[in-house]
DNA sequence: CGCAGGTGTCACAAAAATGTCACAATACAA
DNA sequence: TTGTATTGTGACATTTTTGTGACACCTGCG
Protein backbone atom coordinates (compact mmCIF):
# COMPACT_ATOMS: atom_id res chain seq x y z
CA UNK A 1 0.00 0.00 0.00
CA UNK A 2 1.79 2.89 0.90
CA UNK A 3 4.92 2.82 -1.30
CA UNK A 4 4.91 6.48 -0.79
CA UNK A 5 2.58 9.48 -1.16
CA UNK A 6 3.82 11.87 -3.46
CA UNK A 7 2.55 15.57 -4.60
CA UNK A 8 3.47 16.73 -8.21
CA UNK A 9 3.25 20.52 -8.46
CA UNK A 10 3.57 21.64 -12.47
CA UNK A 11 1.67 24.21 -14.39
CA UNK A 12 1.78 22.11 -17.50
CA UNK A 13 -0.77 19.34 -17.17
CA UNK A 14 1.18 17.26 -19.77
CA UNK A 15 4.28 17.04 -18.00
CA UNK A 16 2.78 16.68 -14.52
CA UNK A 17 0.73 13.82 -15.78
CA UNK A 18 3.34 12.15 -17.74
CA UNK A 19 5.66 12.46 -13.78
CA UNK A 20 2.27 11.09 -11.99
CA UNK A 21 2.24 7.94 -14.27
CA UNK A 22 5.50 6.86 -14.46
CA UNK A 23 5.90 7.73 -10.04
CA UNK A 24 2.41 5.58 -10.29
CA UNK A 25 3.60 2.71 -12.31
CA UNK A 26 7.13 2.65 -9.43
CA UNK A 27 4.22 1.52 -6.64
CA UNK A 28 3.98 5.34 -5.34
CA UNK A 29 0.74 7.42 -4.77
CA UNK A 30 0.07 10.57 -6.46
CA UNK A 31 -1.71 13.74 -6.18
CA UNK A 32 -0.81 16.72 -8.86
CA UNK A 33 -1.41 20.53 -7.84
CA UNK A 34 -1.34 23.18 -10.83
CA UNK A 35 0.00 25.94 -8.85
CA UNK A 36 1.93 26.95 -5.72
CA UNK A 37 -1.09 28.33 -3.91
CA UNK A 38 -3.08 25.14 -4.80
CA UNK A 39 0.07 22.90 -3.67
CA UNK A 40 1.16 25.29 -0.56
CA UNK A 41 -2.64 23.83 0.80
CA UNK A 42 -2.53 20.20 0.08
CA UNK A 43 0.79 20.24 1.35
CA UNK A 44 -0.63 21.49 4.84
CA UNK A 45 -3.26 19.51 4.17
CA UNK A 46 -2.48 16.29 2.93
CA UNK A 47 1.22 15.73 4.38
CA UNK A 48 2.65 13.85 1.08
CA UNK A 49 6.12 11.80 1.99
CA UNK A 50 7.93 14.19 -0.69
CA UNK A 51 6.90 17.42 -2.82
CA UNK A 52 8.16 17.53 -6.59
CA UNK A 53 8.25 21.19 -7.62
CA UNK A 54 8.74 22.80 -10.99
CA UNK A 55 11.34 25.60 -11.04
CA UNK A 56 9.40 27.84 -12.96
CA UNK A 57 5.33 28.69 -12.68
CA UNK A 58 3.19 31.25 -12.19
CA UNK A 59 2.28 33.02 -8.79
CA UNK A 60 4.60 31.16 -6.80
CA UNK A 61 7.90 29.90 -7.89
CA UNK A 62 9.32 26.01 -6.92
CA UNK A 63 11.90 27.96 -4.69
CA UNK A 64 9.43 30.48 -3.09
CA UNK A 65 7.61 27.52 -2.30
CA UNK A 66 10.25 25.66 -0.95
CA UNK A 67 10.79 28.44 1.26
CA UNK A 68 7.77 28.46 2.80
CA UNK A 69 7.17 24.51 3.57
CA UNK A 70 11.12 24.61 4.66
CA UNK A 71 9.66 27.69 6.98
CA UNK A 72 6.48 25.94 8.59
CA UNK A 73 8.06 23.58 11.35
CA UNK A 74 4.67 21.04 10.42
CA UNK A 75 5.66 20.63 6.86
CA UNK A 76 9.59 21.33 7.38
CA UNK A 77 10.13 17.41 7.33
CA UNK A 78 9.02 16.93 4.36
CA UNK A 79 11.63 16.14 1.58
CA UNK A 80 11.65 18.39 -1.77
CA UNK A 81 13.00 17.93 -5.26
CA UNK A 82 12.71 21.29 -7.29
CA UNK A 83 12.66 20.36 -11.19
CA UNK A 84 14.80 22.56 -12.94
CA UNK A 85 14.53 24.01 -16.60
CA UNK A 86 18.22 24.28 -17.20
CA UNK A 87 21.42 23.17 -15.73
CA UNK A 88 22.50 26.09 -14.24
CA UNK A 89 24.73 25.98 -11.07
CA UNK A 90 23.41 28.63 -9.47
CA UNK A 91 19.90 27.41 -9.46
CA UNK A 92 21.04 24.54 -7.67
CA UNK A 93 22.86 26.68 -5.34
CA UNK A 94 19.34 28.83 -4.64
CA UNK A 95 17.51 25.45 -4.51
CA UNK A 96 19.22 23.60 -1.68
CA UNK A 97 19.62 26.83 0.51
CA UNK A 98 16.07 27.44 0.36
CA UNK A 99 15.75 23.47 1.40
CA UNK A 100 15.06 21.80 -1.32
CA UNK A 101 16.39 17.69 -0.60
CA UNK A 102 16.85 17.19 -4.31
CA UNK A 103 16.96 18.97 -7.96
CA UNK A 104 16.63 17.14 -11.47
CA UNK A 105 17.40 19.10 -14.71
CA UNK A 106 14.63 18.93 -17.07
CA UNK A 107 14.20 17.28 -19.49
CA UNK A 108 14.83 13.95 -17.80
CA UNK A 109 13.70 10.09 -17.78
CA UNK A 110 11.28 9.07 -16.34
CA UNK A 111 13.66 6.44 -14.91
CA UNK A 112 15.70 9.15 -13.98
CA UNK A 113 13.06 10.48 -11.73
CA UNK A 114 11.95 7.87 -10.26
CA UNK A 115 15.79 6.79 -8.80
CA UNK A 116 16.24 10.38 -7.24
CA UNK A 117 12.35 9.73 -5.53
CA UNK A 118 13.42 6.28 -4.45
CA UNK A 119 17.09 8.02 -3.32
CA UNK A 120 15.41 11.25 -1.32
CA UNK A 121 12.61 8.90 0.29
CA UNK A 122 15.70 6.15 1.30
CA UNK A 123 17.74 8.87 2.79
CA UNK A 124 14.65 10.42 4.65
CA UNK A 125 13.80 7.48 6.46
CA UNK A 126 10.51 8.01 5.57
CA UNK A 127 10.39 4.99 2.64
CA UNK A 128 7.95 2.48 3.35
CA UNK A 129 8.63 2.01 6.70
CA UNK A 130 6.22 3.88 9.01
CA UNK A 131 7.88 3.63 12.03
CA UNK A 132 5.71 2.43 14.96
CA UNK A 133 4.66 5.86 16.75
CA UNK A 134 5.31 5.74 20.27
CA UNK A 135 4.85 8.02 23.61
CA UNK A 136 5.11 6.51 26.87
CA UNK A 137 3.65 3.03 27.32
CA UNK A 138 1.55 4.01 24.41
CA UNK A 139 2.27 2.29 20.91
CA UNK A 140 0.64 2.91 17.47
CA UNK A 141 1.65 1.03 14.55
CA UNK A 142 0.23 2.74 11.15
CA UNK A 143 1.26 -0.80 9.64
CA UNK A 144 -1.08 -2.65 11.82
CA UNK A 145 -3.50 -0.09 11.79
CA UNK A 146 -3.71 -1.06 15.81
CA UNK A 147 -2.95 0.94 18.91
CA UNK A 148 -1.41 -0.80 22.24
CA UNK A 149 -1.09 0.36 25.80
CA UNK A 150 0.91 -1.38 28.10
CA UNK A 151 1.09 -4.42 24.99
CA UNK A 152 -2.62 -4.02 25.38
CA UNK A 153 -4.39 -3.86 22.34
CA UNK A 154 -6.78 -1.03 22.34
CA UNK A 155 -9.96 -1.11 20.40
CA UNK A 156 -11.37 2.30 18.58
CA UNK A 157 -12.59 3.08 15.08
CA UNK A 158 -10.81 3.52 12.31
CA UNK A 159 -11.23 7.72 12.46
CA UNK A 160 -10.02 7.43 16.29
CA UNK A 161 -7.04 5.82 15.10
CA UNK A 162 -6.11 8.27 12.15
CA UNK A 163 -6.85 10.78 14.62
CA UNK A 164 -4.66 9.39 17.40
CA UNK A 165 -1.71 8.61 14.77
CA UNK A 166 -1.67 11.99 13.47
CA UNK A 167 -1.85 13.77 16.71
CA UNK A 168 1.25 11.45 17.70
CA UNK A 169 3.28 12.67 14.41
CA UNK A 170 2.38 16.11 15.67
CA UNK A 171 2.82 16.32 19.80
CA UNK A 172 2.84 19.20 21.82
CA UNK A 173 0.96 21.45 19.38
CA UNK A 174 -2.42 22.66 19.47
CA UNK A 175 -5.09 22.09 16.04
CA UNK A 176 -7.98 24.00 15.61
CA UNK A 177 -11.17 21.49 15.06
CA UNK A 178 -10.79 23.18 10.92
CA UNK A 179 -6.90 22.05 11.24
CA UNK A 180 -8.06 18.38 12.12
CA UNK A 181 -10.95 18.16 9.96
CA UNK A 182 -8.35 19.35 6.96
CA UNK A 183 -6.08 17.00 7.71
CA UNK A 184 -7.35 14.12 9.67
CA UNK A 185 -11.15 14.09 7.99
CA UNK A 186 -9.09 14.83 4.27
CA UNK A 187 -9.68 18.12 3.06
CA UNK A 188 -12.95 18.64 0.59
CA UNK A 189 -15.77 17.95 3.49
CA UNK A 190 -18.19 20.34 4.88
CA UNK A 191 -18.77 18.83 8.17
CA UNK A 192 -19.84 20.19 11.87
CA UNK A 193 -16.96 21.62 13.59
CA UNK A 194 -18.69 20.08 16.53
CA UNK A 195 -18.22 16.12 14.96
CA UNK A 196 -14.29 16.81 16.04
CA UNK A 197 -15.59 17.07 19.66
CA UNK A 198 -17.61 13.68 19.46
CA UNK A 199 -14.65 11.76 17.89
CA UNK A 200 -12.39 13.50 20.83
CA UNK A 201 -14.41 11.81 23.01
CA UNK A 202 -14.49 8.52 21.35
CA UNK A 203 -10.94 9.15 21.36
CA UNK A 204 -10.60 9.62 24.61
CA UNK A 205 -12.91 7.28 25.81
CA UNK A 206 -10.99 3.85 24.11
CA UNK A 207 -7.82 5.09 25.50
CA UNK A 208 -9.28 5.64 29.42
CA UNK A 209 -6.64 2.98 31.16
CA UNK A 210 -3.86 4.32 33.18
CA UNK A 211 -4.97 7.89 32.56
CA UNK A 212 -3.84 7.91 28.79
CA UNK A 213 -6.69 9.80 27.33
CA UNK A 214 -5.57 12.82 29.28
CA UNK A 215 -2.77 13.08 26.98
CA UNK A 216 -5.74 14.52 24.71
CA UNK A 217 -5.89 18.20 25.81
CA UNK A 218 -8.35 20.57 25.50
CA UNK A 219 -7.42 23.80 24.64
CA UNK A 220 -10.69 25.94 25.09
CA UNK A 221 -11.33 28.56 22.32
CA UNK A 222 -8.64 26.96 20.19
CA UNK A 223 -8.98 23.39 19.94
CA UNK A 224 -7.25 20.35 20.95
CA UNK A 225 -3.08 18.89 21.59
CA UNK A 226 -1.45 15.72 22.20
CA UNK A 227 1.04 15.45 25.14
CA UNK A 228 3.36 12.85 25.23
CA UNK A 229 3.77 13.09 29.13
CA UNK A 230 0.79 12.43 30.61
CA UNK B 1 -2.06 32.77 12.53
CA UNK B 2 -0.95 35.99 13.50
CA UNK B 3 0.99 36.14 9.89
CA UNK B 4 1.57 39.85 10.60
CA UNK B 5 -1.10 42.64 10.12
CA UNK B 6 -0.99 45.34 7.32
CA UNK B 7 -2.25 48.14 6.88
CA UNK B 8 -3.08 49.31 2.92
CA UNK B 9 -4.10 52.27 1.90
CA UNK B 10 -4.67 53.55 -1.42
CA UNK B 11 -7.64 55.97 -2.89
CA UNK B 12 -8.53 53.39 -5.26
CA UNK B 13 -11.04 50.71 -3.94
CA UNK B 14 -9.97 48.23 -6.55
CA UNK B 15 -6.15 48.31 -6.22
CA UNK B 16 -6.77 48.03 -2.14
CA UNK B 17 -8.86 45.43 -2.50
CA UNK B 18 -6.40 43.67 -4.95
CA UNK B 19 -3.33 44.19 -2.49
CA UNK B 20 -5.75 42.96 0.19
CA UNK B 21 -6.53 40.00 -1.37
CA UNK B 22 -3.61 38.67 -2.09
CA UNK B 23 -1.93 39.50 0.76
CA UNK B 24 -4.54 37.20 2.92
CA UNK B 25 -3.49 34.51 0.55
CA UNK B 26 -0.30 34.80 1.52
CA UNK B 27 -1.42 34.62 5.43
CA UNK B 28 -1.47 38.35 6.28
CA UNK B 29 -4.14 39.80 8.52
CA UNK B 30 -5.12 42.94 6.63
CA UNK B 31 -6.91 46.47 6.99
CA UNK B 32 -8.00 49.34 4.55
CA UNK B 33 -7.92 52.63 4.08
CA UNK B 34 -9.09 55.21 1.52
CA UNK B 35 -6.92 57.92 2.46
CA UNK B 36 -4.02 59.90 4.89
CA UNK B 37 -6.56 61.10 7.34
CA UNK B 38 -7.74 57.98 8.03
CA UNK B 39 -4.94 56.03 7.56
CA UNK B 40 -2.85 57.83 9.99
CA UNK B 41 -5.59 57.11 12.29
CA UNK B 42 -6.06 53.67 11.85
CA UNK B 43 -1.77 53.58 12.12
CA UNK B 44 -1.82 55.49 15.42
CA UNK B 45 -4.80 53.16 16.70
CA UNK B 46 -3.94 49.66 15.40
CA UNK B 47 -0.23 49.94 15.54
CA UNK B 48 0.05 47.81 12.28
CA UNK B 49 3.38 45.54 11.32
CA UNK B 50 3.61 47.08 8.31
CA UNK B 51 1.43 50.08 6.03
CA UNK B 52 2.18 50.07 2.47
CA UNK B 53 0.71 53.62 0.96
CA UNK B 54 0.18 54.45 -2.20
CA UNK B 55 2.30 57.36 -3.56
CA UNK B 56 -0.16 59.34 -5.27
CA UNK B 57 -3.33 60.12 -3.05
CA UNK B 58 -5.92 63.49 -2.71
CA UNK B 59 -5.33 65.13 0.71
CA UNK B 60 -2.64 63.80 1.65
CA UNK B 61 0.59 61.94 -0.10
CA UNK B 62 2.20 58.88 0.72
CA UNK B 63 5.13 60.93 1.10
CA UNK B 64 4.04 63.12 3.30
CA UNK B 65 1.85 60.40 5.34
CA UNK B 66 5.42 58.68 5.91
CA UNK B 67 6.60 61.80 6.96
CA UNK B 68 4.35 62.06 9.65
CA UNK B 69 4.22 58.45 10.72
CA UNK B 70 8.06 58.44 10.76
CA UNK B 71 7.80 61.55 13.47
CA UNK B 72 5.76 60.33 15.52
CA UNK B 73 8.19 57.98 18.03
CA UNK B 74 4.95 55.82 18.54
CA UNK B 75 4.75 55.00 15.10
CA UNK B 76 8.37 55.61 13.78
CA UNK B 77 9.11 51.89 13.96
CA UNK B 78 6.23 50.64 11.69
CA UNK B 79 7.93 49.75 8.31
CA UNK B 80 6.21 51.26 5.27
CA UNK B 81 6.24 50.37 1.22
CA UNK B 82 5.32 53.08 -0.82
CA UNK B 83 3.93 52.65 -4.24
CA UNK B 84 4.95 54.78 -7.01
CA UNK B 85 4.05 55.25 -10.41
CA UNK B 86 6.87 55.84 -12.06
CA UNK B 87 10.25 54.52 -11.37
CA UNK B 88 12.00 57.87 -11.03
CA UNK B 89 15.33 57.85 -9.36
CA UNK B 90 13.88 61.21 -7.79
CA UNK B 91 10.91 59.89 -6.38
CA UNK B 92 12.60 57.10 -4.55
CA UNK B 93 15.34 58.85 -3.05
CA UNK B 94 12.61 61.31 -1.50
CA UNK B 95 10.67 58.38 -0.10
CA UNK B 96 13.57 56.48 1.32
CA UNK B 97 14.19 60.12 2.51
CA UNK B 98 10.98 60.49 4.11
CA UNK B 99 11.57 57.03 6.08
CA UNK B 100 9.63 54.20 3.98
CA UNK B 101 11.32 51.28 3.90
CA UNK B 102 11.15 50.20 0.59
CA UNK B 103 8.95 50.88 -2.37
CA UNK B 104 7.30 49.12 -5.39
CA UNK B 105 6.77 50.72 -8.86
CA UNK B 106 3.09 50.24 -10.65
CA UNK B 107 2.40 48.13 -12.31
CA UNK B 108 3.80 45.68 -10.11
CA UNK B 109 2.86 41.94 -9.38
CA UNK B 110 1.34 40.92 -6.32
CA UNK B 111 4.01 38.01 -6.30
CA UNK B 112 6.26 40.83 -6.25
CA UNK B 113 4.46 42.85 -3.64
CA UNK B 114 4.08 39.67 -0.68
CA UNK B 115 8.39 39.09 -1.90
CA UNK B 116 8.67 42.89 -0.74
CA UNK B 117 6.28 42.61 2.16
CA UNK B 118 8.33 39.63 3.44
CA UNK B 119 11.44 41.24 2.99
CA UNK B 120 10.87 43.83 4.93
CA UNK B 121 8.85 42.23 7.63
CA UNK B 122 11.84 40.18 7.94
CA UNK B 123 14.53 42.77 7.95
CA UNK B 124 12.52 44.77 10.63
CA UNK B 125 12.44 40.99 12.75
CA UNK B 126 8.52 40.87 12.32
CA UNK B 127 8.75 38.19 10.03
CA UNK B 128 6.24 35.06 9.68
CA UNK B 129 7.73 32.60 12.20
CA UNK B 130 5.54 31.85 14.35
CA UNK B 131 9.26 31.13 16.46
CA UNK B 132 8.77 31.11 20.01
CA UNK B 133 8.99 34.58 21.82
CA UNK B 134 11.19 34.92 24.66
CA UNK B 135 11.94 37.65 27.11
CA UNK B 136 14.27 36.31 29.72
CA UNK B 137 13.07 33.27 31.45
CA UNK B 138 9.99 33.42 30.01
CA UNK B 139 8.94 31.68 26.61
CA UNK B 140 5.76 32.08 25.06
CA UNK B 141 4.86 29.40 22.24
CA UNK B 142 1.74 30.00 19.84
CA UNK B 143 1.96 26.89 18.42
CA UNK B 144 1.39 25.09 21.44
CA UNK B 145 -0.46 28.02 22.67
CA UNK B 146 1.49 27.93 25.98
CA UNK B 147 3.83 29.90 28.36
CA UNK B 148 6.66 29.09 30.18
CA UNK B 149 8.65 30.65 32.99
CA UNK B 150 11.44 28.38 33.94
CA UNK B 151 10.86 25.64 32.00
CA UNK B 152 7.05 25.93 34.31
CA UNK B 153 3.80 26.00 32.29
CA UNK B 154 2.06 28.75 33.15
CA UNK B 155 -1.71 28.68 33.21
CA UNK B 156 -3.61 31.46 31.96
CA UNK B 157 -6.63 32.25 30.04
CA UNK B 158 -6.47 32.49 26.22
CA UNK B 159 -7.45 35.82 26.26
CA UNK B 160 -4.39 36.74 28.59
CA UNK B 161 -2.48 34.49 26.39
CA UNK B 162 -2.94 36.84 23.44
CA UNK B 163 -2.42 39.60 25.54
CA UNK B 164 0.65 38.37 26.42
CA UNK B 165 1.64 37.42 22.97
CA UNK B 166 0.84 40.71 21.49
CA UNK B 167 2.91 42.34 24.13
CA UNK B 168 5.95 40.51 23.65
CA UNK B 169 5.53 41.09 19.64
CA UNK B 170 5.57 44.90 20.62
CA UNK B 171 8.04 45.53 23.58
CA UNK B 172 8.83 48.53 25.37
CA UNK B 173 5.92 50.06 23.54
CA UNK B 174 2.85 51.97 25.06
CA UNK B 175 -0.78 50.18 24.16
CA UNK B 176 -3.69 52.68 25.28
CA UNK B 177 -6.51 50.29 26.50
CA UNK B 178 -8.55 51.04 23.09
CA UNK B 179 -5.09 50.06 20.98
CA UNK B 180 -5.39 46.59 23.06
CA UNK B 181 -9.07 46.19 22.16
CA UNK B 182 -8.50 46.70 18.62
CA UNK B 183 -5.83 44.47 18.01
CA UNK B 184 -6.03 41.57 20.82
CA UNK B 185 -9.96 41.47 20.87
CA UNK B 186 -10.11 41.88 17.09
CA UNK B 187 -11.33 45.36 16.38
CA UNK B 188 -15.16 45.84 16.00
CA UNK B 189 -16.48 45.55 19.36
CA UNK B 190 -17.76 47.90 21.35
CA UNK B 191 -16.15 46.51 25.24
CA UNK B 192 -15.68 48.84 28.39
CA UNK B 193 -11.98 49.48 27.94
CA UNK B 194 -11.99 49.05 31.87
CA UNK B 195 -12.66 45.63 30.83
CA UNK B 196 -8.28 46.08 29.33
CA UNK B 197 -7.46 46.58 33.04
CA UNK B 198 -9.13 43.64 34.58
CA UNK B 199 -7.44 41.07 32.02
CA UNK B 200 -4.03 42.91 32.45
CA UNK B 201 -4.43 41.95 36.06
CA UNK B 202 -5.89 38.29 35.12
CA UNK B 203 -2.39 38.20 33.22
CA UNK B 204 -0.31 39.80 36.20
CA UNK B 205 -1.57 36.99 38.63
CA UNK B 206 -0.70 34.82 36.11
CA UNK B 207 2.81 34.90 35.38
CA UNK B 208 3.45 36.75 39.45
CA UNK B 209 6.50 33.71 40.12
CA UNK B 210 10.25 35.71 40.46
CA UNK B 211 8.01 39.35 40.14
CA UNK B 212 7.73 38.78 36.21
CA UNK B 213 4.29 40.93 36.62
CA UNK B 214 6.62 43.70 36.84
CA UNK B 215 7.42 43.37 33.30
CA UNK B 216 3.44 44.71 32.70
CA UNK B 217 4.06 47.94 33.32
CA UNK B 218 0.91 50.54 33.82
CA UNK B 219 1.71 53.71 31.79
CA UNK B 220 -0.45 56.25 33.90
CA UNK B 221 -2.71 57.77 31.61
CA UNK B 222 -1.83 56.10 28.79
CA UNK B 223 -2.33 52.24 28.66
CA UNK B 224 0.16 49.79 29.38
CA UNK B 225 3.89 48.71 28.80
CA UNK B 226 5.54 45.28 28.22
CA UNK B 227 9.34 45.41 29.54
CA UNK B 228 11.49 42.70 28.82
CA UNK B 229 13.78 43.44 31.48
CA UNK B 230 12.11 42.89 34.73
C1' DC C 1 -32.59 -8.25 2.73
C1' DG C 2 -31.26 -7.64 7.42
C1' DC C 3 -27.42 -6.79 10.27
C1' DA C 4 -23.49 -4.56 12.50
C1' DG C 5 -20.27 -1.27 13.01
C1' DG C 6 -18.90 3.33 11.91
C1' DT C 7 -20.14 8.34 11.40
C1' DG C 8 -22.21 12.64 11.74
C1' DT C 9 -25.70 15.48 14.09
C1' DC C 10 -28.41 16.98 17.80
C1' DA C 11 -29.95 18.41 22.45
C1' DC C 12 -28.85 19.07 26.86
C1' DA C 13 -25.40 19.23 30.80
C1' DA C 14 -21.18 21.00 32.52
C1' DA C 15 -17.35 23.87 32.65
C1' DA C 16 -14.69 27.74 31.71
C1' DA C 17 -14.01 32.33 30.14
C1' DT C 18 -15.40 36.96 29.77
C1' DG C 19 -17.25 41.49 30.76
C1' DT C 20 -19.10 44.51 34.25
C1' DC C 21 -19.57 46.43 38.66
C1' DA C 22 -18.52 48.27 43.26
C1' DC C 23 -15.14 49.52 46.09
C1' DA C 24 -10.13 49.90 47.54
C1' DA C 25 -5.70 51.68 46.57
C1' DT C 26 -2.74 54.67 44.38
C1' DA C 27 -0.79 58.55 41.83
C1' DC C 28 -0.88 63.24 40.61
C1' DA C 29 -1.94 68.24 40.86
C1' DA C 30 -3.09 72.20 43.28
C1' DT D 1 -2.33 67.77 52.62
C1' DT D 2 -6.47 67.35 50.30
C1' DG D 3 -9.09 66.33 46.50
C1' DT D 4 -9.61 64.21 42.11
C1' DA D 5 -8.65 61.14 38.50
C1' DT D 6 -6.87 56.81 37.42
C1' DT D 7 -5.88 52.05 38.25
C1' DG D 8 -6.07 47.62 41.07
C1' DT D 9 -9.03 43.86 42.85
C1' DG D 10 -12.35 40.58 44.02
C1' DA D 11 -16.91 38.94 43.18
C1' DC D 12 -20.61 37.80 40.14
C1' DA D 13 -23.86 37.14 36.20
C1' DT D 14 -23.73 36.13 31.55
C1' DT D 15 -22.08 34.23 27.51
C1' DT D 16 -19.37 31.03 25.12
C1' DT D 17 -17.31 26.76 24.58
C1' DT D 18 -16.93 21.88 25.42
C1' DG D 19 -18.45 17.20 27.20
C1' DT D 20 -21.66 13.51 26.69
C1' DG D 21 -25.23 10.35 25.54
C1' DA D 22 -28.60 9.15 22.21
C1' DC D 23 -30.11 8.57 17.65
C1' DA D 24 -30.50 8.25 12.69
C1' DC D 25 -28.17 7.31 8.55
C1' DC D 26 -25.03 5.19 5.82
C1' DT D 27 -22.26 1.34 3.88
C1' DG D 28 -20.34 -3.04 3.32
C1' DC D 29 -21.28 -7.89 4.14
C1' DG D 30 -23.14 -12.34 4.88
Redesign the pocket.
Given at each position: MSGGFILVVDDEPAICDMICTSLEMAGYQTRKAANGQIALQMIFNEQPDLAILDWMMPMMSGIELTTRIKRDPLTAEIPIILLTARSVEEDKIRGLEAGADDYVVKPFSPRELTARVKAVLRRSGKGNEDSNLTAGTMVLSPDEQVCRIDNETVSM????LKLLEFFMRHPNRVFS?GQLLDRV?GGN?Y??E??V?????RL??AITMNDHERMIQ??????YRFSCDI
Open positions: GPKERWVIDRTDVHIRRKTVRGSG
